[in-house]
């Protein structure tokens, strides 16, 4: 009793601080003992996980009702993969986490049998460091719902609000994730949303990464229209740039939030999805050295982490957690190699000729400019249409197709081209190399795009239909944005039924 009375004095306390504060404050106050540490932590991130004021009428309403053998008794908490709620097994006399999940993940068939499949994998996941799934099942208007273990701890991102974290804290805990991840790497599974709100630091400190599965239909391996910023600063660039992506998405990932833990603050800042995604594609390498208090060895794990160029970022876990425990062990870290620190990130690798064509500066400038128009989707515009444009004046035109109106385009080129009489090129004079659909048919291919790869499938559709050349063309163009063999060739063979 005594000591749940310290706790929460120091929890009192550490209330009246400024967030930024108050780890230190906590490390202070507890004199070295971790049980009375932890049991802080767990208070104060309770103080910080009150229902959310803004949680959906039908998640409150929800509070008392049955869904499948759990009866839902409060929300946890709320975000853009539905609302959390704690319920009761009735089966096992148990508490489970329990989510369901946004009837627009789950409206097509496709997404569907995609989440369940990937579920299935994830299931089979047996580790400490993973928070695996209890259950599937669906309510009678078809939502599907997830049942997790349900934690006492907190989550990783209210932990985070408090400030920059003890070095040893960040290392523990970064280890966890990296043994739950490799261990589902080695498994063929990639995160593809890890962030401080997907994982858990439970009141025996024990690391879980949560939701599996579930971004791998969110889109958030997409574009990042409709993604919360939440998830866009944790994004890889060949992420943001729909590239194929392997494990090291999931580093980069893990790179943010280990600087994030150590600094305080996130290493690619902005206010709203397009200047994060912005800076992460194209602005200046940002100094990422630590306070002067940490190991200078910290900065060569933080630069291998967030590579720009995959090819230069860690191969695997293993070699990333290699490092930090040199660190923990004062042993000496090799340097890695500098040459590409400073790269920008080019998801095509166009040629040294197309790149001469263009000056940083004037890029940055047209991808801000084009924000105005077409919101977070702008540096990714870009980013695609460098690949085959070899002047300014290209580059503008194959731009055209994403602006509202006649008056923007002009004002684009006008502003960017250099050429005003190639700027000047109309849709009719490009009109005969493109291939010509009816809005029948458009509506048909767009339809089936978007089942397969979410909402960006209608403007990939709008972009590819009007510069293909044969249906053949525009099949494969779209095919190129789906991993998997198989649903490539399905994707495929339904679009060709369109025509």
Same mark, same amino acid.
């Given at each position: 009793?005594a000591?749940?009375q ?5 929890v009192?306390?550490?209330?009246n601080?400024p967030?930024?504060? #108050?780890?230190?404050?906590v490390e ?7 049980g009375l540490?932890?049991?802080?932590l767990?208070l104060?991130?309770q ?9 959906s009428?039908?998640?409150?309403s929800?509070i ?15 975000g853009g993969m539905g ?13 489970v986490?329990?989510?369901?999940l ?6 097509n068939?496709?997404?569907?049998e ?10 089979r ?13 669906e ?7 997830i049942a997790?273990p349900?934690y006492?701890g907190y989550t ?11 070095l040893?804290?960040?290392i523990a805990?970064?280890l ?6 490799h261990a589902?790497?080695n498994?063929g ?6 962030k401080?709100?997907?994982v ?5 400190n024990?690391?879980?990464?949560l ?9 958030v391996?997409m574009?990042?229209?409709g ?6 600063a944790?994004?890889?660039p060949e ?5 194929k992506i ?7 990932a ?7 833990m150590?600094?305080?603050e996130?290493?690619?800042?902005g206010?709203?999805a ?5 800076s992460?594609l194209?602005?200046?390498?940002p100094n990422?050295n630590? !306070?002067?208090h940490?190991?200078?060895?910290l900065?060569?794990i ?9 090819d230069?970022?860690y191969?695997?876990?293993i070699e990333?957690?290699?490092?930090? #425990?040199?660190?923990s062990n004062?042993e000496t ?16 690798a166009?040629t040294r ?13 047209l ?7 077409v ?9 695609k249409?460098?690949?085959?444009s070899?002047?300014?004046?290209e580059l503008c ?6 602006? !509202? ?10 502003r ?15 009109k005969a190399i ?12 767009s339809?089936?795009?978007t089942s ?5 499938g209608?403007l990939l ?5 009007k510069k ?5 063309d525009?099949?494969?163009l ?7 063999a198989?649903?490539?060739?399905e994707?495929i063979?339904?679009?060709?039924k369109c025509?």
């Amino acid at each position: 009793m005594a000591k749940t009375q310290t706790a929460r004095s120091i929890v009192d306390s550490a209330l009246n601080l400024p967030s930024q504060k #108050r780890n230190a404050f906590v490390e202070d106050a507890c004199e070295g003992d971790a049980g009375l540490k932890q049991d802080v932590l767990v208070l104060l991130s309770q103080s910080d996980n009150q229902i959310p004021t803004d949680a959906s009428e039908n998640a409150q309403s929800m509070i008392g009702e049955q869904v499948g053998p759990y009866k839902i008794e409060s929300i946890i908490g709320a975000g853009g993969m539905g609302m959390i709620h704690k319920a009761k097994d009735t089966r096992l006399d148990r508490y489970v986490a329990l989510k369901c999940l946004p009837p627009h993940l789950t409206v097509n068939n496709q997404n569907r049998e995609r989440f369940l499949n990937e579920a299935k994998a994830v299931s089979r996941l047996d580790h400490p460091n993973i928070c695996t799934l209890y259950d599937i099942g669906e309510t009678d208007d078809k939502q599907l719902y997830i049942a997790m273990p349900f934690y006492n701890g907190y989550t990783l991102d209210k932990r985070m609000r408090n400030g920059p974290m003890p070095l040893d804290d960040s290392i523990a805990i970064c280890l966890q994730i990296s043994e739950g991840l490799h261990a589902a790497h080695n498994n063929g599974i990639i995160h593809r949303d890890i962030k401080p709100a997907n994982v858990i630091v439970t009141s025996e400190n024990i690391v879980k990464v949560l939701d599996f599965g579930v971004a791998k239909i969110s889109g958030v391996n997409m574009t990042s229209t409709g993604v919360s910023l939440g998830t866009v600063a944790y994004m890889s660039p060949e992420q943001l740039c729909s590239e194929k992506i392997d494990a090291r998405t999931d580093i980069w990932a893990l790179g943010i939030m280990f600087y994030e833990m150590l600094v305080g603050e996130r290493p690619y800042k902005g206010d709203q999805a397009p200047a994060i995604i912005h800076s992460v594609l194209y602005a200046d390498r940002p100094n990422l050295n630590m !306070p002067d208090h940490l190991p200078k060895a910290l900065n060569l794990i933080i630069d291998k982490a967030l590579a720009r160029s995959v090819d230069d970022r860690y191969p695997s876990l293993i070699e990333f957690m290699a490092d930090l #425990r040199k660190i923990s062990n004062n042993e000496t870290i090799t340097p890695h190699s500098p040459e590409n620190k400073q790269r920008k990130f080019d998801p095509n690798a166009p040629t040294r000729e197309t790149v001469a064509n263009f000056e940083q500066h004037t890029i940055e400038d047209l991808t801000k400019e084009l924000t105005k128009h077409v919101g977070p989707m702008a540096p990714v515009l870009v980013s695609k249409a460098i690949k085959t444009s070899t002047s300014m004046e290209e580059l503008c035109l194959k731009l055209d197709e994403h602006l !509202p109106s006649d008056g923007v385009r002009q004002h684009i080129r006008q502003r960017f081209a250099a050429n005003a009489s190639s700027a000047n090129m109309t849709a009719e004079q490009t009109k005969a190399i493109r291939l010509t659909l009816t809005e029948t048919q458009l509506q048909c291919v767009s339809s089936v795009t978007t089942s397969f790869i979410g909402p960006i499938g209608k403007l990939l559709v709008n972009r590819y239909s009007k510069k293909s050349q044969s249906t053949d063309d525009l099949c494969q163009l779209l095919a190129e944005h789906v991993d998997d063999a198989t649903d490539k060739n399905e994707l495929i063979k339904k679009i060709k039924k369109c025509f």
